[in-house]
């Protein structure tokens, strides 16, 4: 059991896969955090007949605002690290001690990522593309090397946490995370995971958030120059 971890996971709409994925997820962690963000179904309910606390927004708030929701409880916890998962069943469970074997052999490293090999995973051509370019485009603004910044799988230090305010409340904050991080100081590490592609639709929306990204790189970078 790794108590000085909390899992946090944000969901909307997710009962078809949340209770299994919380269920396994407690064999391992004492503490995951289940964040239901306005879903129509059962998802909160399901989540916590697994064992998860869950909180809830009454409307969808966006990702991004779910997983603050997240981070916030945990730092009230006391634990000294977070690991972030998706609910869609994309992120293996069994590959969760990795992160933390990563995290307890490199203590400097206080981000560590997900790392999925886009050439052998059947990930859609577009969604693909759109990966490898915000990966350049964030390792480059961040002037250190991030090779995955869109994965959700993710260990992130509670000193992270609690120096960097996020702004942003959709998918771009996880993007907005890492940049913060590194013009922090903070080192980013990554260790090898494999996604699953199964019924699960995607929720990212191309247009409105593309454009949000785009409208939280223009902030932080007008910001930064002030």
């Keep these: 059991m790794e108590p000085d971890v909390c899992v946090v996971i944000p969901a909307h709409n997710e009962a078809r896969s949340i209770f299994w994925l919380v269920l396994r997820l407690k ?6 955090v289940v964040v239901d963000d306005g879903s ?3 998802t909160g309910k399901k989540a916590a007949e697994a064992g998860a606390i869950v909180l809830r927004h009454n409307v969808c708030q966006g990702k991004g605002a779910a997983l603050k929701t997240g981070f916030q409880q945990a730092l009230k916890l006391g634990v000294k690290a977070v690991l972030t998962m998706d609910a869609d069943g994309q992120h293996r469970v069994e590959e969760a001690p990795a992160f933390i074997q990563a995290w307890k052999k490199s203590p400097a490293v206080s981000i560590w990522l997900g790392r999925r090999n886009f050439r052998a995973e059947k990930m859609p051509f577009l969604r693909r593309v759109t990966n490898l370019v915000m990966s350049f485009l964030i ?9 995955d910044t869109q994965t959700g799988y993710r260990l992130i230090k509670n000193d992270v946490l609690k120096v960097i305010n996020l702004v942003t409340n959709h998918f771009e904050t996880e993007s907005e995370l890492l940049l ?8 980013i590490g990554w260790v090898p995971i494999s996604t699953v592609y199964g019924e699960e639709k995607s929720k990212i929306r191309p247009v409105p958030d593309t454009l949000r990204f785009i409208r939280m790189l223009a902030a932080l970078l007008w ?3 002030r």
């Design 27 to 32: 064999q391992i962690f004492p503490l995951v």
């Design 40 to 42: 129509r179904d059962d």
């Design 139 to 147: 390792s480059f603004l961040g002037r250190q090397f991030i090779p």
């Design 180 to 187: 913060k991080a590194c013009w922090k100081g903070f080192k």
């Design 223 to 225: 910001m930064r120059k």
